[in-house]
Nanobody
Framework: QVSLVESGGGLVQPGGSLKLSCTASGRISSIPIMGWYRQAPAKQRELVATINVGGNTNYADSVKGRFTISRDNSKNTEYLQMNDLKPEDTAVYLC??????????????WGQGTQVTVSS
């Protein structure tokens, strides 16, 4: 009942910046937690950042100081500002939401992902 759609991925040179966005739609009552995961080739899915409804954030050590997560609760949208990108940031970035529906169920949801490639 909840769909997540990401945008903003692409090819960028090392040291460059990208801003990802993700909008949730459907029969949404609330989204206590939103976040971003990433999946690189031959690696497990990795948690990048999370943000709760009050704006509290957490980051993976590998991106701390370079990435900033934010959300606009009125739009059910989250963002990931990525600065000083490195080749090791190359991955499919997946939007995540821990959401409650209007039917009262609560579950984890993921978007389809957007490719971020950092290469010169």
């Amino acid at each position: 009942q909840v769909s997540l759609v990401e945008s903003g991925g692409g090819l960028v040179q090392p040291g460059g910046s990208l801003k990802l966005s993700c909008t949730a739609s459907g029969r949404i009552s609330s989204i206590p937690i939103m976040g971003w995961y990433r999946q690189a080739p031959a690696k497990q899915r990795e948690l990048v950042a999370t943000i709760n409804v009050g704006g509290n954030t957490n980051y993976a050590d590998s991106v701390k100081g370079r990435f900033t997560i934010s959300r606009d609760n009125s739009k059910n949208t989250e963002y990931l500002q990525m600065n000083d990108l490195k080749p090791e940031d190359t991955a499919v970035y997946l939007c995540y939401a821990y959401a409650r529906t209007t039917s009262g169920s609560i579950s984890n949801y993921w978007g389809q992902g957007t490719q971020v490639t950092v290469s010169s």
